[in-house]
């Protein structure tokens, strides 16, 4: 059963830089498309990043895009999210999420989620 760990969260004010890691483990298969998805209170949980763990193609909402890196190690167990310029409305629960197989990562295909770690943004 593949685990997924969020780590990294905290509470910065505007403009600072936080980064986010996700620790894998449990694969059986070799592609996945990693992800980072956030939900803030009352809303519903949106997608922030996007990255495949076999050729490291990544992709961002445009709401982050330029301020939002996602990455991973060589060991492609550990997904990161460095996140800089952030903005009051970046606060939300982070959660890394992750996709059997080469297709997108969409909220509704999702097959792993970790338990989230919370990012505060003060302004």
């Known amino acids: 059963q593949v685990q997924l760990v969020e780590s990294g969260g905290g509470s910065v004010q505007a403009g600072g830089s936080l980064r986010l890691s996700c620790a894998a483990s449990?694969?059986?298969?070799?592609?996945?498309?990693m992800a980072w998805f956030r939900q803030a209170p009352g809303k519903e949980r949106e997608w922030v990043a996007s990255?495949?763990?076999?050729?490291?193609?990544?992709y961002y909402a445009d709401s982050v895009k330029g301020r939002f890196t996602i990455s991973q190690d060589n060991t492609q167990r550990t997904v990161y999210l460095q996140m800089d310029s952030l903005k009051p409305e970046d606060t939300a629960m982070y959660y890394c999420?992750?996709?059997?197989?080469?297709?997108?990562?969409?909220?509704?295909?999702?097959?792993?989620w970790g338990k989230g770690t919370l990012v505060n943004i003060s302004s």
């Open positions: 999420a992750a996709r059997r197989g080469g297709g997108g990562c969409y909220r509704d295909y999702i097959d792993y």
């Open positions: 990255i495949y763990t076999a050729n490291s193609i990544t």
């Open positions: 449990g694969y059986t298969v070799s592609t996945y498309c």
